[in-house]
């Protein structure tokens, strides 16, 4: 499937004022021009001007192959923002040219990107000869356009990780190679002449330029509407984290940090410069034990080596850098929101439950925990899809949680629980009487087996990873929520880490209660919340 890149702007010479737009298709594996469109529009406000400029690209786009992928990538936050669906679309104007947009491509072939203008130049400064053709009553002519000239060659795409998404050799790797390179990134050529030059948000938004091309920050300038801020689940960045007075702000994952942040619990902000220290995680040793098994995490376990044939067949664990500095994201990761299905009858009886004994439902209290998730999760509004393990817990609290957001569920058969064998409806105390030797190897080694024949950590491990990769090729670049168990909730932040096995045990993960790790397109991963229960309350 061929892919392309669709660089877009706009401006307005007085917002609103003379407008016009620019948009350039190139090939993401070469970084060949393919297409070019601009236009002047008459008087329109700089927004409106670049989401004109986003549809002409993406129309553009499909001309050349309609069963292309695209990534497009802008310098106003605004339009990417929306059209990656993180924050709403309130000016009359601009919401028929973004629903024009979103069915230009299917929207799992599209993904949106935030550059910095100095990387913008060449839709720059098509936006610029058409404006400047508008100005002396002419239409833009691209046999006349200058703007690929004058514009450095594009570089290609960044190349696909070698490897699975979430694969800690490839991410490490790719990170190694950057720090290589990196020394400070150059613009790759500077903006058209009549556009102001500094960096989007290093002037006072609303700021004019010599020739009079407002460019402020990337909101609805000339309306007064302000982007959504709701706090809560973001798939990217987002210009207001949880506040910490709101009560109702903490109880799900929250987006990184806002622009030029350098902490954050999220993760640093996309900006063209090259990014912030991302700490790596501790590895879990400072969470309580408890085990995986029972419903209520279980037993501990003494720490010891990890094994490294386990790890490898444990699926390669995404790995953040230590220390450091890494270059640009890559665009919005694709992030999984972890819930944990809501109690069963087998819950408080702390029992082992997995996917080879009775297939419980919820109980009273469980169906309960779960119409409260869907109220905490329906006023962010940012979820876009449900998949849920096939088991019936799983299952009845994903259609109480996807009905509250009007949403199908998907089932995906690699989010099942782990199959306990012989242990399935038996409590810890009555499986450490019947199988005493089997449990010791158990707790000692990922690649023991549950009494019976049950499925071992490793296999499991290896399990989910694989549906982890498939979710993540299908969702990406979108926030999803995720129906399952304790073991595939646990394997899942434990691969983000880059834990050992034994982090397992070193983790409680209660009934209906939420996390959530984003998966970058250069192989890393951030754990954003782990075990949330405050919805609950």
Not at 74 to 96: C, F, N, T, Y
Not at 505 to 512: T, V
């Given at each position: 499937m061929r892919e392309f890149v669709v660089e877009a702007d706009g401006g307005s010479r007085g917002n609103p004022g003379p407008a016009g737009y620019g948009a350039v298709v190139s090939d993401a594996a070469t970084g060949e021009t393919l297409a070019e469109a601009a236009e002047y529009i008459g008087v329109a406000t700089n927004n409106v001007a670049e989401y004109r400029g986003l549809l002409a690209g993406l129309r553009a786009a499909r001309e050349l192959d309609p069963?292309?992928?695209?990534?497009?990538?802008?310098?106003?936050?605004?339009?990417?923002?929306?059209?990656?669906?993180?924050?709403?679309?309130?000016?009359?104007?601009?919401?028929?040219?973004?629903?024009?947009?979103?069915?230009?491509?299917?929207?799992?072939?599209?993904?949106?990107?935030?550059?910095?203008?100095?990387?913008?130049?060449?839709?720059?400064r098509l936006a610029n000869e058409a404006m400047d053709a508008g100005r002396r009553g002419e239409s833009w002519s691209p046999a006349e356009s200058r703007a690929d000239l004058d514009t450095p060659p594009t570089a290609p795409a960044a190349r696909a990780p070698e490897g699975t998404p979430g694969d800690a050799t490839a991410g490490a790797a790719r990170v190694r190679e950057a720090l290589a390179s990196?020394?400070?990134?150059?613009?790759?050529?500077?903006?058209?002449?009549?556009?102001?030059?500094?960096?989007?948000?290093?002037?006072?938004?609303?700021a004019a330029d010599p020739a009079g091309t407002v460019r402020g920050r990337s909101t609805e300038d000339a309306s007064g509407e302000e982007p959504d801020t709701e706090p809560g689940l973001?798939?990217?960045?987002?210009?207001?984290?949880?506040?910490?007075?709101?009560?109702?702000?903490?109880?799900?994952?929250?987006?990184?940090?806002?622009?030029?942040?350098?902490g954050g619990a999220g993760g640093p902000a996309p900006t063209g410069r090259v990014r912030g220290r991302r700490a790596a995680e501790s590895r879990a040793t400072a969470v309580r034990a408890a085990g995986e098994g029972p419903e209520d995490g279980?037993?501990?376990?003494?720490?010891?080596?990890a094994p490294a044939d386990a790890d490898r067949r444990a699926a390669q664990a995404v790995a953040t850098p230590s220390s450091g500095w890494a270059p640009a994201d890559m665009g919005a990761p694709a992030t999984f929101v972890l819930l944990r299905h809501g109690e069963t009858p087998l819950t408080?009886?702390?029992?082992?439950?997995?996917?080879?004994?009775?297939?419980?439902?919820?109980?009273?209290?469980?169906?309960?925990?779960?119409?409260?998730?869907?109220?905490?999760?329906?006023?962010?509004?940012?979820?876009q899809a449900v998949v849920a393990s096939p088991l019936a817990r799983t299952r009845e609290t994903a259609r109480i949680v996807a009905a509250r957001l009007g949403l199908d569920v998907a089932v995906e058969d690699g989010l099942r629980e782990t199959d306990f064998g012989a242990w399935e409806g038996l409590t810890f105390g009555e499986v450490r009487e019947r199988y005493p030797e089997d449990l010791d190897a158990w707790l000692a080694s990922p690649d023991a087996e549950p009494t019976g024949g049950g499925e071992s950590f490793a296999a499991t491990a290896a399990r989910v990873a694989e549906a982890r990769d498939r979710l993540l090729a299908e969702y990406r670049g979108r926030t999803v929520l995720?129906?399952?168990?304790v073991t595939p909730v646990k394997m899942?932040?434990?691969l983000a880490l880059g834990a050992p096995p034994e982090a397992l045990?070193?983790?409680?993960?209660?009934?209906?209660s939420l996390s959530a790790v984003a998966y970058y397109a250069d192989g890393n991963a951030s754990v954003r919340l782990f075990n949330d229960t405050s919805h609950l309350r």
């Open positions: 069963d292309a992928r695209v990534r497009v990538r802008m310098d106003s936050k605004l339009v990417v923002e929306q059209m990656s669906g993180r924050w709403k679309i309130k000016h009359p104007a601009m919401k028929p040219l973004a629903a024009q947009a979103a069915t230009v491509f299917p929207p799992d072939r599209v993904t949106y990107e935030w550059i910095p203008r100095e990387r913008n130049t060449h839709a720059d990196a020394g400070g990134t150059a613009a790759p050529g500077e903006p058209g002449p009549e556009r102001r030059r500094a960096a989007e948000g290093t002037a006072a938004a609303g973001r798939a990217d960045d987002t210009e207001a984290g949880p506040r910490a007075d709101d009560p109702e702000a903490a109880d799900v994952p929250g987006g990184r940090g806002a622009e030029g942040d350098s279980g037993p501990g376990r003494p720490a010891g080596p408080p009886q702390k029992r082992f439950s997995g996917s080879g004994g009775s297939d419980p439902s919820l109980s009273g209290i469980g169906r309960e925990q779960a119409g409260k998730v869907a109220a905490a999760l329906a006023r962010r509004g940012t979820v995720l129906v399952t168990h899942m932040i434990r045990f070193r983790m409680e993960l209660s009934a209906a």
